[in-house]
């Protein structure tokens, strides 16, 4: 089991440059999650997905889209990137949601920097 | 709102002492709270707390939770350098989603 993976690990881009942040679990986990952390901020909900072909905003979706078209399987796409979206990004996995006590499984995080 | 705050934001401390880690949560439908530690990467999971006064327990660490006064604490005896990590209190406020506080930054001194 390798758990949530995270790819790439590291990644610079310059401003107004596209990218796709792949998170992948083996876990048949139904609920997956996209968060960011700053400084001080702690981590804040991107989107989340409760089931394959599922979406829906977090707290801080402006600038990002994603998509879950297999249940293992969690994009997050920057479309325009800004160097406010500079941060760790880390996602996560849960077998259920709010109707059940499980808790959330994180990836290793990928460490973004817009120039 | 949903609301989660940790204190204090940060602490320093000297090996062998005792720690105790505040979370408080301003409630609008109370699932559960739980409690991760993140060293240099990915938070991991210590605790989940449902109901009040049962104290949860893994070697050195414990937590509680009172969902009348609205707090939980974790805490952790004789510390070790190991224990240097930034821990995170998470509220499920029913939903489908978690909601995290700021972190408190523990540093131990040798």
């Known amino acids: 089991n390798a758990g949530v993976t995270q790819t790439p690990k590291f990644r610079v881009l310059k401003t107004g440059q596209s990218m796709t942040l792949l998170c992948a679990q083996d876990m048949n986990h139904e609920y997956m999650y996209w968060y960011r952390q700053d400084p001080g901020m702690g981590l804040r909900l991107i989107h989340y997905?409760?089931?394959?072909?599922?979406?829906a905003k977090g707290e801080v979706p402006d600038g990002y889209n994603v998509s879950r078209l297999k249940k293992q399987n969690f994009l997050l796409g920057l479309e325009s990137a800004a160097p406010s979206q500079t941060s760790v990004y880390f996602c996560a996995s849960s077998p259920h949601g709010g109707n059940s006590y499980n808790e959330q499984f994180f990836g290793p995080g990928t460490r973004l920097t817009v120039l | 709102e949903d609301k989660v705050v940790q204190s204090p934001l940060s602490l320093v401390v000297h090996e062998g002492d005792t720690v105790t880690l505040n979370c408080s949560y301003e409630?609008?439908?109370?699932?559960?709270l739980l409690w991760y530690k993140q060293e240099k990467k990915a938070p991991t999971f210590l605790f989940m707390l449902t109901s009040s006064g049962i104290e949860k327990k893994s070697g050195r660490l414990s937590s509680i939770l009172d969902k009348k006064e609205l707090f939980s604490i974790l805490n952790i005896t004789a510390t070790q350098t190991g224990d240097s990590a930034v821990y995170l209190c998470a509220v499920n406020f029913g939903n489908e989603k978690l909601t995290f506080g700021t972190g408190t930054r523990l540093t131990i001194i040798p």
């Open positions: 409630v609008t439908n109370f699932r559960s």
């Open positions: 997905s409760v089931g394959e072909g599922t979406t």
